[in-house]
């Protein structure tokens, strides 16, 4: 990595954390442990790059946790689970989550994981600001103003605008979407693309977002 990153890393099974600060830290990663989510939440104000959150956690749980970590700046988040992976990882990614391993899983997975969507998140390309339908639109400070009002996205919301603004005019395939915004190791359902899409909408009514039905989706300008 080019710069060192600092990561918050929420988990109540002791021996994991260490483990897990043990293997990042000699990725050249700057890694603070919490074992509950009531002790996380004393540091939600900190500045950090990544949050790798357990959703199983004693009193606050990793959804709520989520929730206010989102209302206080978009910081990517992966979430980590034992429990029904489908579910989590709907709710999770409802919730403004950038990716999800479930336990399971080897800790050189998740630091492969981590770096990735780290690169993608901050290590973009400079680009020029451009406006859609009166939406401004930042790539290198990653926001979107409408008429002047900043627009709250998640990272895999202003991922997918990007990556669509990119391709105007051009029908990508689910599968290609979430290989560029999840990564091409992601394993999960579609649905993820529909969800985010979804919201995307919501947010940004006069993009002209558009459904090939059996293909994918397009931004038609």
């Not at 990595?1 to 600092?6: A, F, G």
């Not at 206080?72 to 409802?94: N, Q, Y």
Request: glycine share 4%.
């Amino acid at each position: 990595m080019e710069e060192t990153y600092k990561v918050h890393l929420v988990e109540d099974e002791e021996n994991l954390v260490q483990i897990l600060k043990t293997y990042m830290e000699k990725e050249g990663f700057q890694v603070k442990t919490f074992v509950s989510g009531e002790e996380a939440m004393e540091s939600i104000h900190e500045s950090c790059h990544l949050w790798i959150l357990d959703i199983m956690l004693p009193g606050i749980d990793g959804y709520e946790l989520l929730k206010k970590i989102k209302a206080e700046d978009d910081v990517p988040v992966i979430f980590i689970s034992a429990r029904d992976e489908d579910l989590d990882r709907i709710v999770g990614l409802e919730l403004g989550s950038d990716d999800y391993i479930a336990k399971p899983f080897m800790p050189r997975e998740l630091i492969i994981r981590a770096k990735k969507l780290l690169k993608r998140v901050y290590q973009q390309p400079s680009q020029k600001r451009f406006e859609i339908v009166e939406y401004e639109i930042d790539p290198t400070a990653r926001k979107v103003l409408d008429r002047g009002e900043p627009v709250e996205l998640t990272t895999k919301e202003m991922d997918l605008i990007l990556y669509l603004v990119d391709h105007v005019n051009q029908t990508l395939s689910r599968e290609q979407i979430l290989v560029h915004v999840w990564g091409d190791d992601y394993v999960g359902s579609d649905r993820a693309v529909d969800d985010v899409i979804r919201r995307v909408r919501k947010k940004m009514p006069r993009m002209n977002l558009e459904t090939s039905y059996g293909l994918g989706y397009r931004l038609i300008t």
